[in-house]
């Protein structure tokens, strides 16, 4: 064979390299034309969102809010909205913009509540590959806006007369609507300023001294979203003023049974200068031997106000029974500022005869010396007289079965005293806040909860003996018998806070009749049951506003308050914030919202159960007494926030439930029986409007109006206030006796508070 030339071996290369490229062509071409134009990825979320949140936070979205949801290509619409959950469920209506899906609800979303959106399986892309199940995404929706501070604070005093008054909400609010609702009392010129959530009110001229104000701003303020604003704003506040003034006068001027171991003190508007201390500056008349010191308030007055503001002269002796002193003080005494009085003061008083026992006396808390103590008078209203002398304001107290000694209580410490007066002995040892008193059936011990002044946790209950004594802690088992009651971290107060979880506070501890067992409450939201002798505990979940009211044979107990507070009233984790006082445990002292207030209800919790169970009482129920017989009284709560309310009662049992009406323009702050069970001893205010200007009264306070029906024969009540001249009425307040089958009253006194009838 003829060798082939150059020329034609490349032709042949040429053509096989053709004929290899146009294969490898008819292979990848269709290969290449599936790949670029068939989808085979199934669709996915790639985002979800609210349209509308708080600022800062994309997880708390607003009532008002809808929900975005961008898939990662364009699907198909119905696939997708028939695949979309959201848990609770919400009706609404969709809508499309490319990739994004929006679901706008058909109404305002629910405040406060936890909502999961998920997608099934099955939401198909244009070319129908379906994606697996998505989600769960989360989100929440916000409370009611609040108000989170001001300045100044609430109750402050010496307010420079330029300042401006801050308020900041918890969210962005509707300027507009929070400017409407807002109301300065008295007016002043002001201008407003606003700062994302921070409301500034300058006033425009100086504010006036010695004067109190109240800033308002009412529910008609809402957020961004319209929601209103969860509790209304009232800010009170007063000036500086040009020169010492005195708050308090103890005793106060004229008043009359004052307890014979009182001091006798000027509570001042600043602190006062020790050197300016001489035993001159006070006389007394008729000449009592005594020391005068200046120093700061004790007790729960102490921790809201530290500075030594308070001109006290201690008696070396009980005062003579029955005799009206005048005391005069010099204007000489100065402030710390070096501010004087504008004049000497000068006030009477006239002193009780103290009791040796409390048995068939009624005992009740009055303002009426100047600062809150515990007073006992007889049945029908005569000798009434003070027991305590305390320059902190009583708040709680019980009474030794015998009627030989009681204790009272601030919410911060607790003194004993005897039935006389005598033998005052301050129980709480520093570094320790106790609350809630009560005796053994056989006067035997005082039970009480404490917690740690300086962490505010918990720790357990307490007794001692009457008369003093270490303390020694009651053993609170958790968990056992079903109950999750909290337990106390460690009765040393001096032990480290970081040793153990902070406790809730254990409070209201009540013994059974027999002094078996003992009942308390769990400020984190439970009521429990202790068997004292096999340590056996029952319970069940709830957040109680009283303290528990045994049944007289001591199968169990009643207790109000609700299962599942609002979040915005006096319940939060159940500790004590540090440097604060425990309030008294009722719906006004653990300052419930107007939801919990209409939220209350009376609930039986039986020995050896683990649940609460419901009464047939009426809905707004809180406050229980029980008689001796089984009767059940309870106050309705007026939804004004204030602490008023109707008065019901029922048989054993909650049978039965009727409201007792004896007058209309009256309401009632609390009930007891008495040891006849056919009679109810009651507090009573008037229904009477305050000026827009005064602040609310405090319990107590007396007002004009036509008071109940006397019952046939009772007395007038002692001391009866005059309405003004040729009046024949006496104020609707105070402490009376009401038949609680007829509703006739015959009133006792004018003022008072958390009356009981000692047996």
């Known amino acids: 064979m003829a060798g082939e030339s150059p020329g034609g071996r ?3 290369v040429a053509i096989r390299s053709v004929i290899v490229l146009v294969a490898g062509a008819a292979i990848l071409a269709p290969i290449l034309y599936y790949a670029s134009t068939v989808d085979v990825r199934p669709p996915q979320v790639d985002h979800f969102g609210v349209t509308q949140h708080l600022p800062g936070d994309s997880s708390v979205a607003l009532t008002t809010a809808s929900l975005e949801v961008v898939f990662s290509e364009m699907v ?15 009706p609404g209506a969709f809508s499309w913009s490319g990739t994004t899906m929006v679901f706008t609800p058909a109404r305002r979303l629910p405040l406060q509540t936890a909502f999961r959106v998920s997608f099934h399986a099955g939401v ?17 929706t916000v409370g009611s806006p609040s108000v989170v501070a001001s300045r100044p604070a609430d109750g402050a005093e010496g307010v420079a007369l330029d300042a401006t008054i801050s308020i900041t909400f918890s969210t962005l609010m509707d300027t507009a609507s929070v400017e409407r609702a807002l109301e300065v009392i008295p007016r002043i010129d002001l201008e407003l300023r606003w700062s994302g959530e921070q409301l500034t009110i300058v006033p425009r001229t100086s504010l006036h001294a010695d004067q109190h ?66 035993d001159r500056l006070m006389t007394i008349s008729p000449n009592v031997a005594g020391s005068l010191t200046i120093v700061a308030p004790d007790g729960a007055a102490g921790l809201a106000d530290s500075a030594r503001r308070v001109l006290r002269f201690t008696p070396s002796g009980p005062l003579p029974a029955n005799t009206t002193f005048t005391v005069t003080l010099s204007a ?57 002398s305390e320059l902190s304001p009583v708040t709680s107290y019980a009474v030794a079965p015998d009627g030989q000694s009681y204790v009272v209580g601030d919410g911060v410490r607790l003194v004993e ?8 002995r301050v129980l709480t040892e520093s570094g320790m806040v106790e609350f809630d008193p009560a005796y053994a059936p056989d006067g035997s011990a005082i039970v009480f909860g404490r917690a740690d002044a300086a962490t ?27 109950a999750t009651l909290s337990p106390s971290p460690s009765g040393d107060a001096s032990a480290s806070p970081g040793t153990a979880a902070p406790a809730a506070l254990l409070r209201a501890p009540r013994y059974s009749p027999d002094g078996k067992r003992l009942a308390f409450v769990d400020a984190g939201g439970r009521v429990g049951i202790l068997d004292l002798g096999s340590g056996f505990l029952t319970g069940g979940a709830f957040h109680a506003a009283s303290p528990p009211a045994w049944f007289p044979d001591g199968s169990g107990i009643l207790v109000s308050g609700v299962r599942a507070p609002s979040g915005r009233g006096g319940w939060t984790d159940g500790r004590l914030t540090p440097g604060t006082a425990v309030p008294p445990m009722t719906p006004t002292g653990l300052r419930l919202t107007a939801a919990d207030r209409a939220a ?23 406050l229980p007494a029980i008689g001796p017989n089984g009767r059940i009284a309870y106050l309705v709560l007026d939804p004004d926030g204030t602490a008023a309310g109707s008065l019901w009662i029922a048989a054993s049992g909650g049978i039965g439930s009727r409201e007792l009406r004896p007058d209309s323009r009256a309401r009632f702050l609390g009930v007891a029986f008495a040891p006849e069970p056919g009679t109810l001893v009651v507090a009573r205010q008037p229904v009477v409007a305050s000026p827009p200007s005064a602040p609310s009264p405090s319990p107590g306070a007396s007002a004009s109006v036509t008071p109940l029906p006397l019952a046939s024969g009772a007395q007038s009540p002692a001391p009866a206030a005059s309405n003004g001249p040729g009046s024949d009425e006496v104020p609707a307040a105070g402490i009376w006796l009401i038949d609680a089958s007829t509703g006739i009253g015959q009133q006792l006194t004018t003022d008072g508070w958390l009356p009981r009838w000692i047996p």
């Open 417 to 424: 005293s005897d039935a006389d007066g005598s033998g005052r």
């Open 600 to 622: 209350l209800r009376i609930v039986e919790l039986d020995a050896g159960l683990s649940l609460v169970q419901p009464t047939p009482l009426k809905e707004g129920a809180g």
């Open 456 to 482: 505010g946790a918990g720790l357990g209950l307490w007794s001692r003996g009457p008369g003093g004594g270490t303390a020694e802690q009651i053993d609170v088992p958790a968990g056992a018998g079903g």
């Open 10 to 12: 490349l032709r042949r």
């Open 76 to 90: 198909d619409h119905a696939s997708a909205e028939g695949a979309f959950v959201i848990d609770p469920a919400v």
């Open 332 to 388: 000489s005494v100065l402030g710390a500022d070096g501010a004087r009085l504008d004049a000497p003061l000068t006030w009477t008083f006239t002193t009780g005869s103290a009791s040796q026992s409390l048995g068939n006396q009624i005992v009740y808390l009055s303002s009426r010396s100047g600062v809150a103590n515990l007073w006992a008078m007889n049945p029908d209203g005569t000798n009434q007289h003070e027991l305590s």
């Open 124 to 140: 198909k892309d244009e070319t129908g590959n379906a994606m697996g199940a998505g989600g769960p995404f989360g989100f929440r």
């Open 213 to 278: 104000y109240l800033v308002i701003v009412g529910s008609g303020a809402t957020d961004l979203a319209g929601t209103a604003l969860g509790d209304p704003l009232r800010l009170a506040f007063t000036t500086v003023n040009a020169g010492l003034r005195p708050r308090t006068l103890v005793p106060a001027d004229g008043s009359q049974g004052i307890a014979v171991t009182t001091p006798i003190a000027v509570i001042m508007d600043r602190a006062l200068d020790p050197d300016s201390l001489d």
